[in-house]
């Protein structure tokens, strides 16, 4: 499984921006997306997933209503939408997906992807 992550920039406090993943190699609805996040100094974080349905999402607490995980099943692509950026979001963000299950904190993904900068700054 490939996955290419792609989107990242600088956006403001307050801006929004998209990222993509786009994923080959396997049955795209056989996969389970998700994105994590890694900033400076802290440890990778789980931030959205969505199942190979779309129809299960899981975010973490502090994007919930801010974020959206999202998937084209025709397009084998997944996206996060990303509102109201605050600086504590700027991270690199990673693309992972895994075979067997929705991806949690606990459990490393099969997949990953390289990341992609997301810089929230004025």
């Known amino acids: 499984v490939q996955l290419q992550a792609s989107g990242g920039g600088l956006v403001q406090p307050g801006g929004s921006l998209t990222i993509s993943c786009a994923v080959s190699?396997?049955?795209?609805?056989?996969?389970?997306m998700a994105w994590f996040r890694q900033a400076p100094g802290k440890e990778r974080e789980l931030v959205a997933a969505i199942s190979g349905s779309g129809f299960l999402t899981r975010y973490v607490d502090s994007v919930k209503g801010r974020f959206t995980i999202s998937r084209a099943n025709a397009e084998t692509m997944v996206y996060l939408q990303m509102n109201n950026l605050k600086p504590e979001d700027a991270a690199v963000y990673y693309c992972?997906?895994?075979?067997?299950?929705?991806?949690?904190?606990?459990?490393?993904?099969?997949?990953w992807g390289q990341g992609t900068q997301v810089t929230v700054s004025s």
């Open positions: 190699g396997r049955t795209f609805r056989d996969l389970h």
């Open positions: 992972a997906a895994d075979q067997s299950t929705l991806p949690s904190a606990g459990r490393s993904p099969d997949y």
